[in-house]
Nanobody, 124 residues
Framework: QVQLVESGGGLVPTGGSLRLSCVAI????????MGWFRQVPGKERMFVAA????????SYADSVKGRFTISRDNAKNTISLQMNSLKPEDTAVYFC?????????????????WGQGTQVTVSS
């Protein structure tokens, strides 16, 4: 079992930056690919970014490419999502997720473990 705990959400103006973090408790963190998803009320959860086991492989949704950067620190059992040039449409609850595989995964159904989410609000 792996427990995931996100932090770093908040309110930021358009064009601002936030850094989300997710710490994994339990399990062998370095064996999991990790991802970030986001969800707005009434809509399905959407892929944002993912990173493979070693951090050498990453994948991004087109809507965040060039603005967001995902990274991981296997020594600290954490992943981060650096979000720059934020837009109002980035407003959502952001979820961290883990899956036992080597390469990044983009599909929600592939993930085994999920955090509780952290709210990101970008004001216009």
């Amino acid at each position: 079992q792996v427990q995931l705990v996100e932090s770093g959400g908040g309110l930021v103006p358009t064009g601002g930056s936030l850094r989300l973090s997710c710490v994994a408790i339990g399990g062998t963190f370095s064996r999991y690919a990790m991802g970030w998803f986001r969800q707005v009320p009434g809509k399905e959860r959407m892929f944002v970014a993912a990173v493979g086991r070693t951090g050498g492989s990453t994948s991004y949704a087109d809507s965040v490419k060039g603005r967001f950067t995902i990274s991981r620190d296997n020594a600290k059992n954490t992943i981060s999502l650096q979000m720059n040039s934020l837009k109002p449409e980035d407003t959502a609850v952001y979820f961290c997720a883990a899956v036992w595989r080597q390469l990044p995964a983009r599909q929600e159904r592939e993930y085994d473990y999920w955090g509780q989410g952290t709210q990101v609000t970008v004001s216009s």
